[in-house]
């Protein structure tokens, strides 16, 4: 058996490192939310193919260290994934009464609120010991970007909203037993939002820039019932943001500008996984994922310097959510083609965030079922180069939208008609 020697620590590859690094934080579209809320489920190329089913008791390359670091004791030497999810969105609204300024003639529909945006992960693992295993993930958990043109009936409420998170998250796993292995890790989390809208011929438009910084936590569990069947157990801690930035409109003369303010806290979410090698060709598995949504109640932004409309500390805006709590189901499996290359297939279930009275532009969020094939393919008989890939559409419920201003008269009255489709590619190597 190995020694643990701490000087190891220091010794992962640093170029496989760099990658990772340059090539997240070199990416320059934004993200945009394929799941529930602002969240992005998209964090592997295999978790893609199969729904994200079993993804935390799966275990099969070094992506296992977001869904569950506890999973990285399954994996030898050192384990390099580095992932590309192209994640295309679309909202479309459809007027249905709209009343007062949401009803003036020319007004339009907004047209294609999504966007096409690339959203890079990248993961490494290395065993420090027999039983002791490092890890590092570098990926994006959250993001959202909706964008409608300029003038439509809704442009009091929204025209353009941008949420962008980068996560460093290093990780330690540590194999207690043949049956338990236990894994913990630290998120520092970098947050930013733009938010835009119109606010009336002396004003302009109005624009909300803000940003910061947090910590948070994660910890898993994998529990190996035999040598073909596992469960793991995954935690992950909310992170608060102190969120500061400005307000600013292009009318006024900058006199109604001002300094920002607002609490933010992203949610944090417990999940459950199942994986099981039910013969030499078929892999089935399953997940569950709880996520504490109803966090999200009301966004009040306040401004930290006086303007022409109020002094510090006085309300910018105040953003209801009123959103609730939603578990995610998803059920996915795998067939053994032949020792180079097998097929992947999954589905998951994701009930909406939002709801009928609050629901906006910036999100019309909506429950949704995402079905999904993929597959894998060994580069090298040893399996040390691999290659991932998944296609997976979203079915997304028609979310109905019933929203005011307060100041602007009638109300904006419709629905969006929405959908989603992802693509991944994965890269693996071993050492």
Not at 317 to 323: C, G, N, S
Not at 334 to 347: P, V
Request: charged share 15%.
């Amino acid at each position: 058996m190995q020694t643990f020697d701490p000087r190891q620590i220091f010794r992962l590859p640093t170029a496989p490192i760099l990658i990772i690094v340059i090539g997240l934080f070199g990416v320059g579209a934004s993200p945009t939310a394929e799941a529930g809320g602002f969240a992005i489920n998209s964090q592997s190329g295999g978790g893609t193919g199969n729904a994200f089913a079993g993804a935390g008791a799966a275990a099969e390359d070094a992506s296992v260290i977001w869904y569950n670091p506890a999973g990285m004791t399954m994996l030898p030497g050192t384990s390099v994934s580095l992932v590309a999810n192209v994640i295309d969105t679309s909202y479309k609204f459809q007027n249905a009464g709209s009343t007062g300024a949401f009803a003036l003639p020319g007004t339009g529909e907004g047209g294609n609120g999504g966007t096409t945006a690339l959203v890079p992960q990248g993961y490494i693992s290395t065993a420090v010991s027999d039983n002791l295993r490092l890890g590092l993930a570098v990926n994006v958990p959250f993001g959202l970007k909706t964008e409608y043109d300029d003038g439509w009936r809704g442009q009091f409420v929204a025209l353009k909203s941008e949420a962008k998170s980068y996560n460093i998250n290093p990780s330690i796993a540590y194999k207690v037993n043949d049956a338990i292995s236990l894994g913990a890790g630290v998120d520092y989390q970098y947050f930013s939002t733009t938010l835009t809208n119109y606010a009336g011929p002396l004003a302009g438009i109005a624009q909300l820039d803000a940003h910061d910084t947090g910590w948070g936590y994660n910890l898993g569990a994998m529990l190996n019932v035999s040598q073909s069947t596992r469960f793991g157990f995954a935690y992950r801690s909310q992170i608060r943001y102190d969120l500061q930035g400005t307000a600013s409109f292009s009318g006024g003369g900058g006199l109604l500008n001002s300094g920002a303010h607002a609490d933010l806290t992203v949610p944090e979410n417990a999940s459950v996984h199942f994986f099981s090698s039910v013969s030499d060709r078929w892999d089935v598995m399953a997940s569950a994922t709880w996520t504490h949504w109803s966090r999200l109640q009301t966004l009040t932004v306040l401004r930290t310097s006086p303007s022409a409309l109020g002094p510090t500390g006085s309300i910018v805006a105040q953003l209801p959510f009123d959103w609730r709590d939603t578990v995610m189901f998803a059920l996915g499996a795998n067939y053994k083609l032949s020792d180079k290359f097998k097929i992947r297939f999954g589905a998951f279930y994701d009930p909406a965030v939002s709801n009928d009275i609050t629901r906006t532009p910036r999100l019309p969020d909506q429950q949704r079922i995402f079905v999904a094939v993929g597959g894998r393919y060994s580069i090298t008989p040893d399996d040390h180069n691999s290659l991932d890939f998944g296609y997976g559409h979203e079915f997304i419920n028609d979310a109905s939208i019933n929203d005011s201003v307060t100041g602007v008269p009638g109300v904006l009255v419709g629905t969006f008609n929405n959908e989603a489709d992802v693509v991944s590619v994965q890269y693996n190597h071993r050492f």
